[in-house]
């Protein structure tokens, strides 16, 4: 198992307990909380008090009373629509710590939430007792500018890091899909945007992690060096886990510097059956080949109207300017005409176009991720259209061409019957295409009619390693494919 115990890691006070894994009993939340400090605490306690465990301060913080902050859980405590019973709001490492050990004494099955973007995507939990909100587990433990390296909490929001390291012109190249996103949330379910092209995904970014595990141990990985090849990948391998190995709480990862200047060079093209996804193929593949060394090869396919290819270069004014003069040629080339011939307009823009790394689903509908060989990106797109047709269901496709991932997206109000077929007919398309079909978000009368993940290869070894993690299945239980 990666990681051993550190004496600070699990404190004392919340081993003191040894209680049933059964109860949770109202009536344990309503015992005062100055009993639990001159009564011994029987095998009944699983109060918000109990699970707060002693003060830790080990790192230098602490919550307002030094222990996690721990409380009956509230009506919109909800994980897929299943209610917990307690929240936890640790602050850091060893108060995770602290209040998982206390947990596992307990048997809480326990899923983690940081601000709630992604709350949704995955399967609902089959059983939820304990949420530990991670919002309170902010900020920025370490930026080494010299190194290009920043070790930062988990609940930091990704827009608030974004700011404390742009005074030194530095980065983590990762997009933000949905405002608000955390660290430890897009770990946990692997978000990447358009500059995953260019810049790789956070599986890529992420060189080290500290995560606490189901039954309170802290483990380490990874490190603050870019090259560090010592030990288990467990960054690697809790990446994209939905939180069922373990709580992220520390990440450490690689930076770039901001690029002095970008361009986006947006082609827009009609799309009328195979000849118009031949086309957005043609001017993909000639994009590739070249060496422009873009950051992002995007494309966006609304409900009806033409397509938009938007190809993001980033570096130096001077070579920006000609890169984008040279990728507006090529792409005029490629498409046969000139710069507005043939239904074709290629423009140079400082300016993202404005579904620039949006998902392409609203609150409530249906989100799906689709996967295939850049071959493949012709015929995903070509399917999606067809299937929309055929259905009589709006749907929005969107993402990197540049590495075969893109989402799409279908309205909320949609019939969910025709909704599970066209989640059926993309997922043999993108099975055609060499890639996968994924249901990220789902309203439930979807979710009740699809299988969100498909055929996955490898299940037998995810659930070895899911119960070598956490045996007892006790975090996030469900949530994961195959009912991990």
Known sequence: ???TPSPHDASQGALSNPPSPHDASQGALSSPASQRDVSPRGPQDASPRALSGPPAQRDGRSGTDGVALVRP???TDVVGGVPARFVAAPETTAQVAAVLTAAAERGLTVVARGSG?????GAPPTSLDLIVDTRRLTGVVEHAAGDLIVVVRAGTPLAELRQVLAPAGQQLALDDPLPGSTVGGAVSVNTSGPRRMGYGTIRDLLIGVTLVRADGVVAHAGGKVVKNVAGYDLGKLVTGAYGTLGLITECAFRLHPVPAAQAYVRCRVPLAGAGGADLVGRLVTAVRAAQLVPDALEVDVPVAGPVELVVLLGGTTAGVTGRAEATRRLLAAAAGSGDRGDGVEIVVDTAPPQWWSGYPWSAGGTGLKLTGVLSGVPDLLGAARSVAERYDVPIRVRGSAGTGVLY???????DPDRVARVVEELRGA??????HAVVLTAPDRVRDRVDLWGPVDGLDLMRRVKARFDPEARL?????????
């Not at 973007?117 to 995507?121: E, I, M, R, T």
């Open 1 to 3: 198992m990666p990681g």
């Open 73 to 75: 859980a509230g009506p």
């Open 117 to 121: 973007s992604k709350l949704d995507w």
């Open 408 to 414: 799409a997206g279908l309205p909320a109000g949609a």
């Open 430 to 435: 993108a099975g055609a295409a060499g890639g």
């Open 476 to 484: 996030a239980p469900g949530r994961f494919v195959g009912g991990i």
